[in-house]
């Protein structure tokens, strides 16, 4: 099945590209230090899987003195991040401001609800590789992943599926796909889109919603409060993770792996480049950053800003075709 095979993605391998390979010596590059603020913005409310990346990284940065200026968290929600892209793109050349790089950089150009993509930012690093899961409230009916898709099999429209922060990320891609791999018509599936995923696992808690399809480091957050049915892994996960099964082990032959990353304006110069390079590789390397990826449960990918690229651009291809099969991809 040719959406399936786009997925697949295994155990994403880290890679480690520093300025040094990347632009050459330190003595002709990596020149360029922030003179003011820097400003990481996030295309989500506060509380979701996204924020925490950023206040993760909003933390290391400030307390390993990995810049010598301040470093704020600013939230824009909306657009499924768009608005986020959409003020980055206002400070092209200008590498005091960062933005948080989810899936939807990618989908949200591919279904035609941004005119931006990859192309648009300066792509600094990929930092982590994190799988979903679906949850439900402790009381519902639903006891495995299994009887999930069973169910929507039957009725497409039997249960409602919240997501943040948009159609086409993530956490909606990971649904179909295992849905679809189930024998469920996705394009009947009844979503429900939050500003985040702190507010899409609210709405199941409330019982507004009846499953939420939301990152691995919620399920960590959400435990003993939501019930988790499937993780998207290839395998079981450690740590708090461990009682989660895959949906393989419930039959379901589908994984999917939900990258982060950090991007600057378009048209940076290749100082600027050089020295955020070096400042994700020293945080990536890290015991620090080590301690938050098992706070989260992230799994530490890091790409350096030449590597990210081109991964960005083979994933752009991958995910088009996806959403094509989906019929979400615009024409």
């Not at 960062?98 to 990929?126: K, W």
């Not at 020295?275 to 620090?288: C, I, P």
């Amino acid at each position: 099945m040719a959406f399936r095979r786009i997925f697949f993605f295994g155990q994403a391998a880290a890679v480690v590209a520093t300025a040094v390979l990347v632009f050459g010596s330190p003595l002709n590059a990596a020149q360029w230090k922030p003179s003011k603020p820097i400003e990481l913005v996030v295309g989500a409310a506060p509380g979701g899987s996204n924020d925490h990346f950023a206040r993760a990284i909003q933390k290391l940065l400030v307390e390993r003195k990995l810049v010598d200026v301040p470093v704020s968290v600013i939230n824009k929600p909306g657009g499924s991040g768009a608005i986020a892209f959409s003020a980055l793109a206002q400070h092209a050349g200008d590498a005091h401001y960062l933005v948080v790089v989810p899936f939807n950089l990618l989908t949200n150009h591919i279904i035609g609800r941004s005119t931006l993509n990859q192309a648009d930012v300066s792509p600094l690093a990929q930092l982590i590789s994190e799988y979903t899961t679906v949850m439900v409230r402790n009381d519902s009916p639903l006891r495995t992943a299994r009887e999930l898709a069973e169910r929507l099999k039957q009725d497409p429209t039997a249960l409602s599926v919240s997501i943040g922060t948009g159609r086409g990320n993530g956490p909606h891609i990971a649904f179909g796909l295992a849905m679809k791999t189930g024998g469920v018509d996705v394009s009947r599936l009844k979503t429900v889109v939050f500003q985040s995923g702190g507010e899409s696992n609210t709405a199941v808690m409330g019982g507004h919603v009846d499953v939420v399809s939301s990152s691995a480091s919620n399920a960590v957050i959400m435990a003993g409060k939501l019930r988790a049915l499937a993780i998207s892994a290839p395998e079981r996960q450690r740590g708090a993770l461990a009682s989660i099964p895959t949906w393989r082990e419930q039959g379901i032959d589908a994984t999917f792996d939900n990258w982060r990353g950090i991007a600057g304006p378009k048209g940076l110069s290749a100082e600027q480049l050089a020295f955020w390079d070096r400042v994700f590789v020293q945080l990536a390397q890290s015991d620090d950053w080590k301690k938050e990826l098992d706070r989260y449960q992230w799994s530490g990918t890091h790409r350096g800003a030449a590597a990210f690229k081109r991964h960005l651009d083979d994933e752009y291809r991958m995910v088009r075709g996806a959403l094509t099969d989906l019929g979400m991809a615009k024409q």
